[in-house]
């Protein structure tokens, strides 16, 4: 089994629609992160948790929330989903105390119509 | 703050051909890692090499090669004798110590040829 799973793989949503991504990891890894991905802009940073308790915006947060209900689940929600909401976004997860690697889910391909 | 540049935007040799793919990077950090991932066609992001800035030994690992030159503030990959199966998607990203938040390069498309 993958240790980061995304669900869903794929949504198409309308504009205006709440949509949220999920994220799970069986590493055992305190840090989570959210990550879009444009062609041509490699990947953005969205928010990011060292831990439960600790949520922190990235450089672009804007549009986007999140919720760590736990350390091995972290949840993505775009409240009210507009086009240029358009991307692939990656979940990864690394462990602080061990090395400073970012292990990465399958991603999930979001499209707003 | 930080940066990661790879100029590269698309590179296509022909197989068996080497490739060396650029990465140059900046901070202010004396202690920081970086790091090369593929994105194959799949889209999945694989993670392949870490290295941290007080470990400038090169590295080979089969057919890949990296080299990190700190004077220079590079970390450039090399493949051997590419293979179709070394199409896709390379990223290099930079992490500063005790901070973990990763900056990635915008990417580069490598696209061997048969």
């Known amino acids: 089994d993958a240790d980061v799973t995304q669900t869903p793989r794929n949504r198409i949503t309308k504009t205006g629609k709440r949509i949220m991504l999920e994220c799970s990891q069986t590493k055992g890894h305190d840090r989570m992160y959210w990550y879009r991905q444009d062609p041509g802009l490699g990947l953005r940073l969205i928010y990011y948790?060292?831990?439960?308790?600790?949520?922190n915006k990235g450089e672009i947060s804007d549009g986007y929330s999140v919720s760590r209900q736990a350390q091995a689940k972290f949840s993505l929600s775009l409240e009210s989903a507009i086009p240029n909401q358009t991307a692939l976004y990656f979940c990864?997860?690394?462990?602080?105390?061990?090395?400073?690697?970012?292990?990465f889910g399958p991603g999930t391909r979001l499209t707003v119509l | 703050a930080q940066k990661v540049t790879q100029a590269q935007t698309e590179i296509s040799v022909v197989e068996k051909e080497d490739v060396t793919l650029d990465c140059v990077y900046e901070?202010?950090?004396?202690?920081?890692?970086l790091f090369w991932y593929k994105q194959p066609p799949s889209g999945e992001l694989v993670f392949l090499i870490r290295r941290n800035s007080f470990d400038e030994q090169n590295e080979i690992s089969g057919r890949y090669s990296w080299n990190f030159q700190k004077s220079t503030s590079s970390f450039n990959f090399t493949i051997t004798a590419s293979q179709v199966v070394d199409s896709a998607v390379y990223f290099c990203?930079?992490?500063?110590?005790?901070?973990?938040?990763?900056?990635f390069g915008t990417g580069t498309k490598l696209q061997v040829i048969p």
């Open positions: 901070t202010r950090d004396t202690t920081y890692y």
């Open positions: 990203a930079l992490c500063q110590g005790g901070y973990q938040k990763v900056t």
């Open positions: 990864a997860t690394s462990d602080f105390t061990i090395d400073h690697t970012q292990y």
């Open positions: 948790s060292f831990d439960v308790k600790d949520i």
